[in-house]
């Protein structure tokens, strides 16, 4: 494999924060507004046992227009009364705004916190965003890795695991990632590895 230039790397991963920790935030604020109890263990049970499950799981956020926005769908949802956390099997979660394109996340599971402050995506997690017709270098692209941790007031994700970043003029491997919104920087920790197509002249 050859090393991608640095102005090369620099073009995929520029926009990689705002694409993934926008969509991220989203989804987690999306969730908090769909499991909101509005208070504490129901029947004080300090156990960590779930007190609600639902089954086939799809929301839909229209806006005033009524064009779907964000749509999460999951085969299992799980809540539980003693730290108020929430687990989803296959998570998807989908974002359709306006004028953007399209943000899709999705793994084999997901844990949101109780204080909706952290969202950890686990096994075969995949991040994609569509590509923008006549934008130079804007995709599509698609992150891949095990494990994802996202803070979204913090506008932060990390990982420690190996990842993947995918796009049309080539690909990067690496282990470890730290994605900042608000410095609008992507991190990679180590052993940073990949191929690029020649520009076409």
């Given amino acids: 494999m050859e090393f991608p230039s640095r102005r090369a790397l620099d073009r995929v991963i520029a926009w990689m924060p705002i694409l993934l920790l926008a969509g991220l935030a989203a989804l987690t604020w999306w969730l908090d507004a769909q499991v909101q109890d509005g208070g504490g263990p129901r029947d004080g049970n300090a156990r960590h046992d779930p007190d609600l499950f639902a089954q086939g799981v799809r929301g839909v956020e229209l806006d005033a227009e009524g064009r779907a926005v964000q749509t999460l769908a999951a085969s299992r949802a799980r809540h539980f009364p003693d730290d108020g956390t929430v687990e989803f099997d296959d ?16 793994a084999d599971r997901a844990r949101v916190s109780g204080d909706r402050e952290h969202a950890y995506f686990e096994g075969d997690v995949k991040a994609a965003r569509a590509g923008e017709p006549g934008a130079e270098g804007a995709g599509p692209v698609t992150l891949s890795t095990e494990f994802l941790h996202v803070v979204p007031k913090e506008n932060r994700a990390s990982t420690d695991r190996p990842v993947t970043i995918t796009e049309p003029r080539g690909i990067i491997h690496a282990t470890g990632l730290v994605l900042d919104n608000e410095a609008r920087t992507a991190k990679l920790r180590s052993d940073v590895r990949g191929t690029f197509a020649p520009p076409p002249r």
């Fill in 91 to 106: 998570p998807r979660f989908r974002l359709t705004q306006p004028g953007r394109p399209v943000f899709e996340v999705q």
